[in-house]
């Protein structure tokens, strides 16, 4: 992906995630916003005309999968950690998924379990591989951890489907979760 492009994409992550007020955006229940609106928002922002072209171009080379646009109206996938919680469908999940963190976290996490902390939903990935590459974004040395997914939606514990890589939970009690 162009240079530009990429620095419209975390523009976007920026406002649709994190800071929708800063761009004068309002999202609805499900995290959604008019992409006219949207396209607006970066225009006055950035002073520099993004189009839906350049937001189906993000969407088709990334690998991330971060946004979702449909009938005129675009989201976040996951992420976000504005005040308002972003409502997702119920999904039930396969048996395993995984969530890649450093040693110091992974300690906490065996007592406490998996908690969302800055962000609305704990993010867990549907491969080691992925869950790995996510860890290694803040440690050298990752620790993955395999949550029992299937066992803890039987015992009551919400999933959402987030995209084809990621899953998402309120929570995830320690008992469900083994290195």
Do not use: C
């Not at 922002?45 to 839906?52: A, F, G, K, L, Y």
């Amino acid at each position: 992906m162009d240079k530009r492009l990429v620095k419209i994409s975390r523009t976007i992550s920026y406002a649709l995630r994190h800071h929708p007020d800063d761009f004068e955006l309002v999202l609805d229940d499900e995290g959604w916003v008019s992409v006219p609106a949207l396209l607006t928002a970066l225009g006055e922002r950035n002073h520099e005309q993004t189009t839906v072209e350049d937001i189906v171009a993000i969407m088709a080379q990334s690998d991330k999968q971060r946004f979702e646009m449909r009938d005129g109206m675009i989201r976040a996938y996951y992420g976000h950690s504005i005040p308002q919680k972003v409502l997702r469908e119920l999904a039930i999940p396969p048996a395993t998924l995984f969530h890649g963190t450093t040693q110091e976290a992974a300690k906490a996490i065996e007592v406490e379990g998996l908690k969302p902390m800055g962000r609305q939903y704990v993010h867990l990935s549907d491969e080691e591989a992925t869950a790995r590459t996510v860890a290694l974004r803040r440690t050298s040395h990752p620790v993955i951890l395999r949550i029992n997914a299937l066992q803890a939606h039987e015992h009551g514990i919400k999933f959402y489907y987030g995209n084809d890589m990621v899953w998402l939970a309120d929570s995830i009690p320690a008992d469900f979760i083994r290195k």
